[in-house]
């Protein structure tokens, strides 16, 4: 079975402080991807990045940055020096080799204060 | 450009009036999916398709139809809506064999009275 939990219901930071959101993940397939899906106020989901489980290298994209470690089977995302525009629910996500489906975390909503 | 587009956008329907909500891709993504996300629960699969008339559940199917009769279209059919379906619906899409990220249409919102 699949399973991806976000711990963490809400989070509110001022402005340019940084944040790091949480995603644990279960599986029993050796190959799968894990992602990161953003939704902001207006309502569509984005896509934010994929993870293959044999690549862990850790991605920086601008202000936001993916720590993939199989050790602790987490896939956490950070974002530096947060802006009000980063306000949203995030999505973490995975699909197993195994399978054709997906599996979503029940999501995190970052509020941004100004 | 390259999207996903859903129709309608908004339904307010009655208890066991037949519906039908579209999804449409131009990417040529061979896999598809409809998922409904309500507070608290994230975003739950209803059905996906592999590709055309290969569809099959996901973890919430009960009260849903699909069919895949064109690679590009994916519809949601719910043959007796209750309240209990009262959500917001998503399309997506993707290239499975190629990673796997999928796009997303831009929502249904639905309402069962």
């Known amino acids: 079975a699949q399973k991806v939990t976000q711990a963490q219901t809400e989070i509110s930071v001022v402005e340019k402080e940084d944040v790091t959101l949480d995603c644990v993940y279960e599986?029993?397939?050796?190959?799968?991807?894990l992602f990161w899906y953003k939704q902001p106020p207006s309502g569509e989901l984005v896509f934010l990045i994929r993870?293959?489980?044999?690549?862990?290298q850790n991605e920086i994209s601008g202000r936001y940055s993916w720590n993939f470690q199989k050790s602790t089977s987490s896939f956490n995302f950070t974002i530096t020096a947060s802006q009000v525009v980063d306000s949203a629910v995030y999505f973490c996500?995975?699909?197993?080799?195994?399978?054709?489906?997906?599996?979503f975390g029940t999501g995190t909503r970052l509020k941004v204060l100004a | 450009e390259a999207q996903v587009t859903q129709n309608p956008r908004y339904l307010i329907t009655v208890t066991g009036k037949k519906l039908t909500v579209t999804c449409s891709q131009n990417m040529n993504h061979e896999y598809m999916s409809w998922y409904r996300q309500d507070p608290g629960l994230g975003l739950r699969q209803i059905y996906y398709s592999m590709n055309v008339e290969v569809t099959d559940k996901g973890d919430v199917p009960e009260g849903y139809k699909v069919s895949r009769k064109e690679k590009r279209n994916f519809p949601l059919i719910l043959e007796s809506p209750s309240p209990n379906q009262t959500s917001l619906y998503f399309c997506?899409?993707?290239?499975?064999?190629?990673?796997?990220?999928?796009?997303f249409g831009p929502g249904t919102r639905l309402t069962v009275t």
């Open positions: 997506a899409s993707s290239f499975f064999s190629r990673g796997r990220e999928q796009y």
């Open positions: 993870r293959n489980s044999f690549d862990e």
């Open positions: 996500a995975l699909s197993g080799s195994g399978t054709y489906k997906y599996i």
């Open positions: 599986t029993r397939d050796t190959t799968y991807y």
